[in-house]
Structures are given as C-alpha cells and as structure tokens.
C-alpha cells in the first residue's frame, strides 16, 4: 500500500506545498518527497484548510480548489506508483512523476497505433539509452509478437494488450516450446513498449495495469569456491592454450563479479595503486561499466592478481562471448562439474521454424549450464554473508541491496538466518 500527504515546509508567509510518497515493500518503509505547484499561505493551510463548514465563503471556496488540486496530484501519483516496480521508486522518480503532471506529453498524432509497428518507433526512439544487449532481447520480443500475428491472422493494435491478449499469447509461446519465465520476459517487455506509448498520448487498454505475470523460482546456478578450485587446478595437459585462456577469464570473473561485457575488456593500463586506510599499496581496477554507463573503481582479489603476475601484469587475451560460453562449458566439463541440476538449457527444439533454439526444462549435469553469467552470480552469492551486502552491492553495480538479493534467490528466512550470526 501506498499513500501521499502534504506538508507546508517554508518559513514564508506563502510557499508551494511539499508532497511526501509513504509505502512500505519488503517489510522496509520509504519516504519520498517532492515540491507541488500548489501555493498556499501558511495561515490557509494551518489554520482554515482542516476547518470543517466555515462560514466564509471564500475560506470555504479556497478549500474546495485546493482539495480538489491535491486529489487529482495524489490520484496521478498513486496510479503511477501502483504501475511501477517498487525498486524502481526513489525520489528521482517522484520528481519526474510530478513533472509529468504539470507537462503532460502531448497527444499523439502522427505515432502509430498497432503494436509492431510501434516497437519500431520506440526501438529508434531509445536505440541511444538503452544498452546493446537489452536492444537486441527487445528485438527478439518483436520478432516473437510478429509470428504470433502471422499465426492468428491479425494485426494488434497497442488498445488489444489486454488480460485477453496476454492469456492467447503465453498458450502460443507455451505450444512453441518456450519457458514459463522467458515468458514472462516477453509479455513485461510488451507491457513496457505499451507503457511507452501511453505516455506519449496513446490509449491502452484498461487492463493494461492489471496484466499479472507468472514465473517460476529456478535454481540460481553459480560456481562454488570449492568447484573454482577445482577449475584452477587443471593442468596443460588437459587444457589447451584456449581453454587456458578462458578459464582464467572465468576465474577473473569469479572475483570480480562483473558482467562479460565489462570484464573482456579489462586492461593493464585500468589499474592504478591507492594507499588504503593502513597505508598500504593496494591495486584498484577503474572502468565504465558498458550496460549501465557507471564508473567503477573495484579492488582486486589476490585469486585475480595471481593471473596478473604469470600473466607479466596483462590480463587474459579477449575472445568473442560466444567463444567463451563454449570454452567454459568444456573447462567444467574437464574439472568434472557434474552435479545433476533441474533447471533449463537452450536447445534445438522441433519444429520451430525461424525460432530454433528453446530453454528446454529438465536435468543437466552443472557444467552444460554453464554460461558467461556464471562468474558475476558465483561472487555474488560465494560472498554473500562474507563481506557486507552494501561492498557486495557496490562491486557489482545493483542499484540497491534488495535488486542485490533478489538477483542472489534470497528470501527473507535466509536473511534472518544471515543475522543470528550477530544474536
């Protein structure tokens, strides 16, 4: 639950009110504010605003041009929070929802109204915000709204995204051999195209809001320390030079827990020595992270300089990221990762068409499931409980601390047991 109130905050005779955004999510509360349009005096608002039934006319008046101004803020704010991700909300948030507010965007007039077509629109409108990877997994998304047109024999406007909508395309998506969860992507990212349009003056659906999505809790596959020392301990002889060099990236990846896209471009010249709090040299790693456009400075794990020293300082040579999920498949495979997991692996699936590859659910054996994400959840969830969730949080890059646990599978009970440590 959410709720908004007003507070009069200046010591001048006449200000703008303040708007406070209380809710509580994940038994934790925030308070956001915010500063309205609406100016009042400060004998209005603590004197005559709560009156009930003056009999001054214009006190009376006053009263209901007011009320009604703060309903409709409250009513725009509430409608937004209830349409976004809790995690998503911050004051950054409240302030643009404001502004919103008081700069509506205008109506559509020339922006098209049937769904595909709008997916183009709003790619080329964002192509400039949004990183590579994320453009590519919403391509994908049209690619798959596009063959369900085909299927059914119709265009879809942006107005037919309705609970309707959603329930025929996740039977089509499940006859085509897609999971509960990649499905569940797909209709999050239709919404979002839909959102967008919204915001720029076209109508939707009703429902749109109201589109609830089901996904499944999957076993979060990482690499245990003991498993990596396992991995690190492979001779030459059973690896050649290119299994070498994707598994110190992928050892490199363990304790940094950075994404592909940031670690394969690591170099000697990123590094540079800091005295700590002790006065000693430590060796500090500085980049820009490449989905998030945010400049990290992390420290350097010892199992990471080790790779540094017989290395001469340099850092392993980078490959393509297709290249490196086939290498580190086959380095677990020779360190005999083969602890029998049920989770989902991309396959060839049967009659497919243009779409061959599906995330097909069953049990695997932990090295086919291996991919260049492993790394980036092995430090997370190695060092969760270790170290700080805050310096955990930084390293990585969440945004926030729950986004960190949520990421790791975290519940609230493993929580509670993490703190009987401190009881």
């Not at 020392?229 to 002889?237: D, F, H, N, P």
């Not at 950075?258 to 980049?287: A, H, T, V």
């Not at 992270?289 to 300082?313: A, D, F, S, Y």
């Amino acid at each position: 639950m959410a709720a908004v109130n007003y507070l009069y905050r200046s010591k001048k005779e006449k200000a703008f009110l303040n708007l406070r955004l209380l809710f509580t999510h994940n038994h934790t509360d925030f308070v956001y504010g915010a500063k309205t349009k609406l100016e009042v005096s400060k004998l209005y608002w603590e004197k005559y605003h709560t009156q009930k039934s003056p009999k001054d006319i214009d006190i009376k008046n006053q009263q209901i041009e007011v009320n009604t101004e703060l309903n409709k803020i409250e009513n725009h704010i509430l409608e937004a929070f209830h349409s976004t991700a809790p995690e998503k909300i911050d004051k950054a948030w409240l302030a643009n929802q404001i502004d919103l507010y008081y700069n509506p965007p205008e109506k559509a007039k020339d922006l098209p109204t049937d769904l595909l077509s709008y997916f183009d629109f709003y790619l080329d409108a964002r192509k400039n915000e949004l990183a590579q990877q994320t453009l590519k997994n919403y391509k994908v998304v049209r690619k798959l709204v596009e063959k369900y047109e085909e299927e059914i024999d119709r265009n879809i406007k942006i107005i037919d995204v309705d609970s309707t909508f959603k329930t025929r395309f996740e039977s089509f998506c499940l006859e085509k051999g897609y999971s509960v969860n990649t499905i569940a992507r797909c209709v999050h990212t239709v919404k979002s195209v839909c959102k967008h349009a919204m915001y720029n003056g076209i109508e939707v659906s009703p429902q749109l809001d109201r589109i609830k999505l089901k996904e499944v809790k999957v076993d979060k596959i990482y690499l245990t320390l003991e498993e990596i020392e396992t991995i690190k301990k492979l001779t030459k002889k059973k690896l050649t030079d290119s299994l070498i060099n994707a598994r110190d990236w992928l050892i490199i990846s363990c304790f940094t827990g950075q994404r592909i896209s940031d670690f394969m471009r690591f170099k000697k010249s990123m590094i540079r020595y800091e005295k700590n709090s002790k006065g000693e040299l430590k060796p500090l790693l500085e980049f820009t992270q490449k989905k998030t456009g945010k400049i990290m400075t992390i420290p350097l794990h010892p199992e990471v300089l080790k790779i540094l020293n017989k290395r001469k300082g340099n850092f392993p040579r980078p490959i393509s990221s297709q290249k490196y999920n086939v290498y580190i498949k086959k380095v677990c495979a020779k360190a005999e990762i083969n602890t029998k997991i049920k989770s989902s692996k991309l396959s060839k699936f049967e009659d497919s068409g243009k779409f061959p590859y599906r995330k097909i659910e069953g049990e695997y054996e932990k090295w086919e499931l291996v991919t260049s994400h492993i790394g980036r959840r092995s430090f997370a969830t190695n060092f969760y409980g270790e170290y700080p969730t805050s310096y955990l949080t930084y390293m990585t890059g969440h945004k926030t601390e729950q986004m960190f646990l949520n990421y790791i599978g975290k519940s609230n009970k493993d929580i509670a047991l993490e703190l009987t440590k401190y009881f």
